[in-house]
C-alpha cells in the first residue's frame, strides 16, 4: 500500500491548491491549466465521496481517508508523467491530513501522515475565504471556515512549506498565481535542478 503513496520522481515544477472547501481550488486549477496549456490533477476525494453519497447516503468516515489517498496519489502519478515542466494539483495528501486531523479529533493514519510529510512539491497557493459558499451534498462547515482556513495556514507554516495566501476575485487570484509560477518557471531555466534542491530542503 505505500508504494501506491509515494510519487513517482519527477524534474517538473509542482504547484498544489491548498485550503477550506468552497475556496475556488477547482477553478483556479482550471484556469492555471489552461493558461500554462498542463495538465491538472483533480480532487480524487469529490468523485470518491460523491459516489459514496449516492449508494449510502454517507460521508467521509475514517477508513475512508486511505484509498482516498490511493487515489489521489494514481491520478498525480499518471499526470506526472504527461506533464513537460509544470503540474497542477487541486489538492495534495497534506490536505487530507488536515482534514483527517479536523474531523477525527487530530487523528490521521500513520501511513497517510508519512506520505503527506515526504510528497513535495515547488509551491502552495492557499486559497482565503473570501469567496461565496457554495452548498452541495459533502460540504459540511459552512460555520467554521475561519477555523478551518487557520488550520490549513498553520500546518503550511508548522512543515515549513512554501506557500502564498489567495485573496480576491477569480482574476485577481489568477494574476497573483500566475506571477508565482512564473517566476518558479524563470528560476528552473537558469537552475534546472535548482527548484529540485529548494524542494528537498524544505521537508528537512
Request: with cysteine; aromatic share 10%.
Amino acid at each position: 500500500m505505500e508504494e501506491r503513496l509515494r510519487q513517482l520522481p519527477s524534474d517538473i515544477i509542482k504547484v498544489v491548491l491548498f485550503g477550506p472547501e468552497s475556496t475556488g481550488k477547482t477553478t483556479l486549477s482550471k484556469d492555471l491549466a489552461e493558461h500554462y496549456k498542463t495538465p491538472w490533477v483533480p480532487e480524487y476525494a469529490r468523485e470518491y465521496l460523491q459516489d459514496k453519497w449516492d449508494q449510502e447516503q454517507k460521508t467521509c468516515e475514517p477508513h475512508d481517508l486511505l484509498p482516498i489517498a490511493e487515489g489521489q496519489m494514481k491520478l498525480e502519478n499518471e499526470a506526472t508523467q504527461k506533464a513537460e515542466r509544470l503540474l497542477i494539483c487541486d489538492t495534495d495528501l497534506l490536505e487530507t491530513m488536515v482534514y483527517s486531523e479536523a474531523y477525527y479529533l487530530g487523528y490521521s493514519d500513520p501511513v497517510l501522515k508519512k506520505y503527506a510529510l515526504e510528497n513535495s512539491y515547488d509551491l502552495y497557493l492557499l486559497t482565503y475565504i473570501d469567496t461565496p459558499w457554495v452548498k452541495d451534498d459533502l460540504r459540511d462547515k459552512p460555520g467554521e471556515r475561519e477555523e478551518m482556513y487557520r488550520y490549513f495556514k498553520q500546518t503550511l507554516v508548522r512543515y515549513k512549506r512554501n506557500f502564498i495566501i489567495l485573496k480576491g476575485d477569480r482574476e485577481t487570484r489568477l494574476k497573483m498565481a500566475i506571477e508565482q509560477i512564473d517566476k518558479l518557471i524563470a528560476h528552473d531555466r537558469i537552475h534546472p535542478q535548482g527548484h529540485q534542491a529548494d524542494r528537498r530542503k524544505g521537508d528537512q
